[in-house]
């Protein structure tokens, strides 16, 4: 099953080197690692916000539900600002997406720190996702070791 547990029957394929749909230089098969060598930044986002809406769409059709857990820092920031954006922005059931935090950082969520902000800002405060889809790290309840 590919990531998510899709079934490969519903999951929509990846783009192959040199497609249309595709972004990517090369791709380089490692033993059953496919590593793609976007042209840049820009190029990743879109790449990586093709692959986020299909599977997006794949998953709310066969299980009602995507589930999506989300990293901080600067370099998720090009795909989530991409997904804010037409036409990644109108292509994604945003009412059976669920996303959740891989990390945060013990600090209050405005902070500029904070990786929950980030993903605010660059993504959430641009799509019609419902709030009780959206799981953060309740970091106001916990305080540094």
């Not at 899709?6 to 590593?35: E, L, W």
């Not at 769409?57 to 998720?76: D, E, I, K, M």
Request: proline residues 11%.
């Amino acid at each position: 099953m590919p990531s998510g547990g899709i079934p490969s029957s519903v999951a929509p394929p990846m783009p192959s080197a040199g497609s249309s749909q595709s972004a990517t230089k090369r791709t380089r098969a490692t033993g059953r690692t496919r590593i793609h060598i976007a042209a840049g930044p820009s190029a990743l986002g879109c790449e990586a916000a093709e692959r986020f809406s299909a599977l997006a769409r794949c998953a709310a059709r066969a299980q009602g539900v995507f589930r999506v857990a989300l990293s901080g820092g600067t370099t998720p920031r090009v795909l989530y600002a991409t997904l804010a954006k037409a036409p990644y922005r109108s292509r994604i059931p945003w009412d059976s997406v669920q996303l959740f935090w891989t990390d945060e950082r013990c600090v209050p969520i405005d902070h500029p720190a904070s990786n929950f902000a980030m993903v605010r800002e660059s993504l959430l405060d641009y799509v019609p996702i419902p709030p009780a889809n959206v799981h953060r790290v309740p970091v106001e309840h916990r305080s540094p070791k």
